[in-house]
């Protein structure tokens, strides 16, 4: 459907318009630099995609030792997701509270925030980016 150098470009794009609006929202909710908070979505960003790697990577490891090849169900689905966004909480408030010296609490409301902007953020930028630059349509043979 779309081409190597189209998902490149979403790619890119997704990250640096995030990382722009976090580093800029985040630093005025937080008083926090704009330096400070833009580098914590950037640390942010690289531990979803490496905790993203390992956790599938283990979960798959431990599906198929247990369940063998048969199809995922919605509940396993739900728990795999909920299971996720779990660790990723857990990591990310960590490196919330030793980046910017957060309490707990401060720094679980952050990362709480980070996520529920991230959950619209996706939604509202997959929607404009497939407005901007549709899918191409196949040419007939």
């Not at 490149?8 to 908070?37: C, Y």
Request: aromatic letters at 18%; a positive charge.
């Amino acid at each position: 459907m779309r081409s190597f150098w189209d998902r490149i470009r979403h790619t890119v794009l997704f990250e640096v318009v995030a990382l722009s609006v976090v580093a800029v929202f985040g630093s005025w909710a937080t008083g926090h630099s704009l330096q400070e908070v833009g580098t914590l979505g950037l640390m942010l960003s690289l531990l979803a995609m490496s905790w993203n790697f390992v956790y599938n990577w283990l979960f798959d490891k431990w599906y198929v030792a247990n369940r063998g090849t048969k199809p995922r169900t919605v509940t396993m689905r739900v728990v795999h997701a909920l299971l996720f966004e779990g660790g990723l909480l857990g990591f990310g408030v960590v490196a919330i509270m030793w980046w910017l010296q957060m309490s707990f609490i401060q720094a679980l409301l952050l990362d709480i925030g980070f996520a529920l902007f991230f959950l619209v953020y996706a939604f509202v930028y997959n929607w404009v980016y497939d407005l901007v630059f549709p899918v191409p349509v196949p040419k007939a043979a």
